[in-house]
């Protein structure tokens, strides 16, 4: 039986080569990937708080996870639907967002899914992508405008309302299955994001979108925007891309013809003040129109 790490760095080799992955589900069987999830969620606050089924992280055992794998295997594993309460959007804010609450056998399988989604997906992901990925966040997404978008005038701040209430399920799995060709990987998924919730005790069903506190919702909203991010990067950058340099300044160079001048003359004072307006011009054209970039983040 092969380790975590192991599995893991070999799904993350397969994303780094571009190769395709044609037996995930078996890797579902694993026992050391749920260890591993286990031990990246027992000690969340979430971990005791009960879905619809009432089963949290107290009473895990490996006879729990031998259970869970043996009803994969035989492709008996059925997704709860998950128990949906409001929070605020934001601190001291008064709108509520939805959020999911999934038994703890959801979360551990949705966690190892994560675990294995993200070994080989995170190599492909560009590295304007900050959200929701390892060592990276809101800081290093400003670092790099702070770094590398030096002499920028306009900026475009974007936001993508109910991100995850409204991903497309018959698109996220086609956006999968470019890669994936596993029909029993894909069907678990598919399962996953139709497991519905339930609200005040009634059913509902979830035609689009994955559900806000699961697990998985954050590595399945940066593999569909994934493909945002390559259209920016290799339709809207080249398009909007435009001249090799900017134009001289005229005003400058006039500025410093005169200043030539007033040299020669031995007229030290108006040197003085030629230099003095220079230090506060562009010796470029900054808005030159035959040169522009377009930077994303």
Known sequence: MQSAETVLGV???????????DELYRQLFNPQLYLLAYGRLYSNKGAMTPGVTGETVDGMSLGKIEHVIDALRRERYRWSP????YIPKGRGSSQLRPLGLPPWSDKLVGEVIRLILEAYYEPTFSDSSHGFRPRRGCHTALREVAHTWTGSIWYIEGDISRCFDRLDHSVMLRILGEKIHDNRFLRLVRNMLK???MEDWI???THSGSPQGGVVSPILSNIYLHKMDEYVEKVLIPEYTRGRVRKPSRAFHRVWAAMGSARKRGDRAKVRELRKQLHNMPSIDTQDPGYRRLKYV
């Open 203 to 205: 059913w509902n069903a």
């Open 11 to 21: 799904l993350r080799e397969r994303g780094r080569r571009g190769l395709p992955c």
């Open 82 to 85: 998950a128990r949906r309460v």
């Open 195 to 197: 497991a519905g919730y």
